[in-house]
């Protein structure tokens, strides 16, 4: 999958390419800032600021009806859920604000957004894999205790790959449970990773969780088949078996549902 490890931590490959790109321009607007003008630090960090916020906005209001029922889902922001066009409307306002404070700084502002713009795009080459990942041959023991494949079905399906130790599993799980229960299109499956079932029997118990198709893979194939260098994370198979899209890390309500209308889409199924 389009991910990136480095030491402890594991990122998306969208989420490691926006930070990438954001650590690229402040460092070469605070080397500027020393040698051309300080004005570029104090800038810098705004429009910093001003971008992460109109992202945020932007996909807020793309999605607000989602969020209106949840207000404080807004400050969630380790869920991701960010627009890369509000978050370049953030941008262009702050270098409308430099060009009125200074013409002269404007070429070196434009100057440090170019190196992040560079840094970002070259960190979705870096973890971008072109390979189309096979469609896994194995079956595997459901808490049922019966065994059952894992895509291929002839229909699309979300494999979400979680442990009761894992703080973001434990936090998503209930939503997309609850997603599962109203998608009548693509299948779900809830792949334990590591842990017997004993474990994750006496975990949904406690929870009160009610999750269709657990599966248990105690040796981990799966996070070592889709190369997942973190927990959670979530899988798009198509209809066929392969890899049509991922992410890494606490998934929100609102990206789920826009992946699941994606691969919906490239399945060509409709409601």
Known sequence: ????????????????????????????????????????????????????????????????????????????????????????????????????????????????????????????????????????????????????????????AVLNLWATWCPPCRRELPMIAQLAATTSNVDFVFANQGEPSETVAAYLLGENLELSNVMLDPQLLLSRHYSAVGLPATLFLAADGTLAGSHLGEISREVLAQKIQELETLEGISE
């Open 1 to 156: 999958m389009n991910a990136v490890s480095i030491g402890p931590f594991a990122f998306d490959a969208e989420r490691f390419a926006a930070i990438a790109g954001m650590v690229v321009f402040l460092a070469v607007a605070t080397v500027l800032a020393g040698r051309v003008d300080d004005r570029l630090g104090r800038w810098s960090t705004w429009t910093a600021l001003v971008g992460l916020f109109a992202a945020r906005l932007a996909h807020v209001l793309l999605h607000l009806e989602s969020f209106a029922s949840e207000p404080s889902r807004i400050l969630a922001l380790w869920q991701g859920g960010f627009s890369w066009v509000g978050g370049a409307a953030g941008v262009t306002l702050m270098m409308v604000v430099l060009f009125l404070r200074s013409r002269r700084l404007l070429g070196w502002g434009a100057a440090s957004v170019t190196a992040g713009v560079v840094a970002a795009i070259a960190a979705v080459a870096f973890t971008y894999s072109g390979t189309q990942v096979a469609p896994v041959t194995s079956t595997f023991r459901t808490l049922a205790g019966t065994e059952s494949p894992i895509g291929g079905t002839g229909r699309p």
